[in-house]
């Protein structure tokens, strides 16, 4: 089986972690969503969607930059 | 004992990791996406019949079949449009990991370990439909047990997963199932015999079926091997070196 060890380079972020982050910031969010309906009542509150929003998105910021 | 070649491995992967990246972030991201859907599905049950309650065991023996698929055939197998798959898990998780240096060190290295978390997403994704296209075929109960239960066997596989790269096995060791799938996953990194023995990362129940184990013995025997190597097939291809994965898990 052909070794694959990656040279030394300056690391360039994968494609997949770009997708990747995209995808996790848009399921949290819906996934927020729903488990703040069915703990308070649909649709929530606007801070309770906003605050979905910011968490969402820093999910997927963190996915991007720790290039998962 | 960890060969030049592993080492250099790991410390050429290690070097490539992200320094924003945080081994207990991405667990914990795991565990609570994972969490809160099997959470939110358990909240739509109610008054579930014996019949609706049997698509739990069902599903179990699904999921582990598809966990045994995507491992054997997909994973291991380098199919065009998938060879990122394929290069994550055989290229560089079995050159990470070899049955004779199969832990990890750092949290760091839950990098190499645990799925990327989107990974869960879409196989959520793909238990809510089948469990919306249940719910309208027949049950709304049994839609939302398929969601729980596919929830819970992707936790399951995670940790069980990461039950097999820990170094220390004091209290594993003695635990039904994963002291199992401990030795089974340890000798799947192998290279011997990765491609195509001990596919299954729960529970071995596919490999028993499908014929893919390394052990021969029945089901119940494969599922409560544990450590033991007496039922080790003969007719395996010869191991590179140290043919006793028993003994790195043992510290040996």
């Known amino acids: ?68 | 004992m960890m060969s030049p070649r592993q080492a250099a491995f790991r410390a050429a992967y290690r070097a490539q990791i992200a320094p924003a990246y945080s081994g207990l972030i991405h667990v914990a991201l795991i565990y609570l996406i994972g969490g809160a859907a099997l959470w939110y599905a358990a909240q739509h049950i109610h008054a579930a019949t014996l019949a609706e309650i049997a698509v739990v065991p069902i599903v179990v023996v699904l999921a582990n079949m598809f966990e045994w698929f995507l491992h054997a055939k997909v994973m291991h197998r380098p199919i065009p449009g998938l060879m990122g798959i394929y290069n994550r898990h055989t290229l560089a998780h079995h050159q990470f990991f070899t049955h004779e240096a199969p832990y990890h060190d750092t949290t760091r290295d839950y990098r190499i370990v645990f799925f990327p978390p989107y990974a869960l997403i879409a196989f959520l994704v793909m238990a809510s439909a089948g469990g919306f296209l249940l719910a309208q075929l027949w049950s709304a109960n049994a839609g939302w047990f398929v969601v729980c239960t596919a929830a819970g066997m992707y936790m399951n596989y995670e940790f069980f997963h990461w039950c097999c790269h820990v170094h220390d096995d004091r209290i594993l060791r003695h635990l039904p199932f994963i002291n199992t799938i401990r030795r089974h996953h340890i000798a799947h990194h192998n290279t011997a015999i990765m491609m195509n023995r001990n596919m299954n990362l729960t529970y071995p129940f596919a490999d028993w079926l499908f014929g893919t184990s390394d052990l021969n013995r029945g089901l119940l025997g494969h599922l409560f091997n544990g450590y033991d190597k007496r039922f080790i097939r003969r007719d395996l291809p010869k191991m590179r070196s140290a043919a006793r994965p028993q003994a790195a898990m043992a510290g040996e």
Request: proline share 6%.
């Open chain 1, 1 to 68: 089986m052909a070794i694959t060890i990656r040279d030394s380079e300056p690391r360039k972020r994968n494609i997949a972690s770009l997708v990747g982050g995209v995808v996790i910031a848009v399921g949290c969010f819906v996934l927020w969503l729903l488990v703040a309906s069915q703990l308070t009542q649909w649709p929530p509150s606007l801070p309770l969607i906003v605050s979905g929003l910011v968490a969402a998105l820093a999910i997927g910021i963190w996915i991007r930059l720790a290039d998962l």
